[in-house]
């Protein structure tokens, strides 16, 4: 009975979503966008795509006169890795033996984003997401890896599941984000900067194993300390600094496993993972010094060498417990990469550990890895 009552809220507030875009999409021009892709750990170290975001975003009728008005279309399909270092029956932090399982991810988001000013610099969004997971035993169960052996889930849950409870579910949260956005971004030359703040709300009226609201910021700024361009306007070097902070506090009795993959204290500082550090309140800072090498073939595919530092601090109480969390997280190290366009960005980095620990690698101080970008 409850589940039926929590899916009929659910269909009122997409029909009622859907109901408001409508005069815009029946005047609309469209275009394709790639959000993003993951890759699972155990599939040629992630480096492949198992999961990608993309849709469609549409340009409507302005709600404003002269300011773009765009509703935004996207859906995700994935298989991925998860590592949990949270007792599921105590919810206490562990730092041996994680809870690690695959998972079958799906989420769809629908949105309207509305430009304000003559310049459009100011953006803002509103929106509905959904997703649903289907939690798998890992492909290398009977392995034995430096966190401990890897069991089946139902040999890790033999205890009890009190704390993540089913690992197989469908979350609803609305959204509404603000973005002021000064950055010049010339690929090769970055100056400027650029502010966001998100707040996503999951309420439990609209979900059965979901209660929590999460809010974001980042503050991104860029500025060229040098550039030398060939006769054509094609990059010959260029020397940039980057700086990026940014802040989260997840609040609720119930805070969903993809909301703390996303707003953790390990997802901030380079060199750790996502699950490792989850104190409910983070504040991180990236410093990064770019030296981009010469467009050898045409503008905007070139190589480059990235110097990094991070900062980060968690506080608060580990996720969905009362239990204090404080941890202090530090790295420096190096990135070489190679870009092609504003879309693709692939390369390797290596992050020495200053502060805290590794609990994936917890031998190493040196933690190198592949990364990858794509947007579009």
Excluded at 5 to 23: A, G
Aim: aromatic share 14%; charged share 15%.
């Amino acid at each position: 009975m409850q589940r039926k009552t929590v899916d009929r809220r659910k269909t009122i507030c997409i029909s009622i979503f859907l109901l408001f875009l409508l005069p815009s999409v029946l005047f609309a021009s469209f275009s394709f966008a790639f959000d993003s892709w993951e890759g699972h750990p155990r599939i040629l170290s992630g480096l492949v795509p198992t999961g990608l975001r993309a849709g469609t975003v549409v340009k409507g009728v302005p709600l404003f006169s002269e300011w773009d008005t765009s509703i935004l279309l996207l859906g995700k399909a994935g298989y991925h890795e998860r590592m949990l270092w949270q007792d599921p029956v105590t919810g206490m932090v562990r730092t041996t033996n994680p809870v690690i399982y695959d998972y079958l991810s799906f989420d769809w988001t629908l949105g309207v984003q509305q430009s304000i000013g003559a310049e459009q610099k100011h953006n803002l969004f509103l929106g509905y997401r959904g997703s649903f997971e289907y939690g798998l035993d890992s492909m290398i169960v009977g392995d034995t890896l430096s966190t401990g052996a890897v069991q089946s889930l139902s040999s890790y849950l033999a205890a009890g599941n009190i704390y993540y409870g089913p690992l197989t579910m469908f979350g609803t949260s609305l959204g509404v984000s603000y973005r002021y956005d000064a950055l010049d971004d010339l690929l090769s030359t970055l100056d400027g900067y650029r502010l966001s703040t998100v707040l996503w709300f999951g309420p439990k009226l609209l979900n059965s194993n979901a209660s929590y609201t999460l809010v974001e910021a980042e503050l991104l700024g860029a500025k060229t300390l040098a550039s030398v361009r060939e006769n054509d306007d094609r990059n010959l070097y260029s020397i940039v600094v980057v700086d990026r902070l940014s802040a989260s506090a997840a609040f609720g009795t119930t805070i969903s496993l993809p909301v703390q993959q996303d707003s953790s204290l390990g997802s901030k500082v380079r060199g750790f993972g996502t699950f490792e550090y989850l104190a409910d309140m983070s504040i991180a800072n990236q410093l990064d010094l770019r030296f981009n090498g010469p467009e050898s073939f045409t503008k905007g595919i070139f190589p480059h060498f990235i110097c990094f530092y991070d900062i980060g601090y968690g506080f608060g109480n580990a996720y969905n417990t009362e239990v204090a969390a404080s941890d202090f997280l530090s790295s420096v190290g190096v990135r070489v990469s190679f870009s092609l366009l504003e879309y693709f960005d692939i390369g390797y980095q290596m992050s020495y550990l200053l502060s805290g620990t590794s609990r994936t690698q917890p031998t190493n101080v040196m933690v190198g890895e592949l990364v990858g970008r794509i947007t579009f």
